[in-house]
C-alpha cells in the first residue's frame, strides 16, 4: 500500500486563504488540540473567515494547519467509511453558502521512517520544548513504514502531526470525485 501527503495545492494561483477558526464563545480553536489524535469538543457555532479572498477550496489547511473540507469532501469520506477515523464540525465560511467542516484526525501513528527520510532532527532539552523531546524538528524528504500504519487511511505521523497522510484508496477517491485544493506527495 503506498501513502501519501495531503497538503494544500499552493499552485493554485487565485485561491483564497483561510483564516483561523473561531468557536461559538469566540475563542480560537486551538490547532494544538487538532494534532494529537483525540476527539476533542468545538463549542458552536463555529466560523473562520477569509486571509485572503480568493477561489473558494474543497479542501484547505489553515496557516496553522487545520484541515477545512467541503461538504462534498465529507459525504465522500463517508462513502469510503472514514468517519471513525475522523471527528467533523460543521464551521461557517465567510461569504459561502455551501457546507464546510473541520476536520479532526483521530489517528496519530508512529511509522516515519527514519533511515529512508532524506534527512530527520529531533527535538532536544535546547530546544524550549521539554514535553516534545524526541519528536521531529524537522523532516525532509519523508517516508514511512507502511507495516506500521494497520488499518488507518488519513492520519497524522508521531512526531511531525502538522502533515496528513492518506492511503492511494483516499487520494484516487478525491481525484476522481474532483477535490479542489489538493497535493499528494508519496512518502
Known amino acids: 500500500m503506498k501513502y501519501f501527503n495531503l497538503s494544500d495545492d499552493m ?3 487565485d485561491q ?13 480553536i486551538w490547532h494544538g488540540k487538532m494534532s494529537r489524535g483525540l476527539p476533542i469538543s468545538v463549542q458552536q457555532p463555529a466560523r473562520i473567515g477569509l486571509y485572503v479572498p480568493g477561489r473558494a477550496l474543497d479542501f484547505s489547511t489553515t496557516a496553522l494547519s487545520i484541515p477545512i473540507i467541503h461538504g462534498k469532501v465529507k459525504a465522500l469520506f463517508e462513502q469510503l467509511g472514514l468517519s471513525g477515523q475522523m471527528q467533523l464540525f460543521p464551521i461557517t465560511v465567510e461569504g459561502q453558502a455551501e457546507p464546510y467542516y473541520v476536520m479532526n484526525l483521530l489517528r496519530v501513528i508512529r511509522c ?10 529531533y ?37 511531525w502531526q502538522t502533515i496528513i497522510l492518506v492511503s492511494e484508496r483516499v487520494k484516487q ?9 489538493t497535493r499528494f506527495t508519496e512518502v
Open 123 to 159: 527535538r532536544t532539552v535546547e530546544d524550549g520544548y521539554k514535553d516534545r523531546i524526541g519528536e521531529y524538528c524537522n523532516v525532509v524528504g519523508m517516508r514511512i513504514d507502511p507495516s506500521k500504519v494497520g488499518d488507518a487511511e488519513i492520519f497524522r505521523p508521531w512526531g
Open 112 to 121: 516515519i521512517d527514519d533511515a529512508r527520510c532524506e534527512e530527520v532532527a
Open 16 to 28: 483564497w486563504t483561510l483564516d483561523n477558526p473561531v468557536e461559538g464563545n469566540g475563542q480560537e
Open 11 to 13: 499552485r493554485i494561483l
Open 173 to 181: 477517491a478525491m481525484e476522481e470525485a474532483g477535490v479542489t485544493g
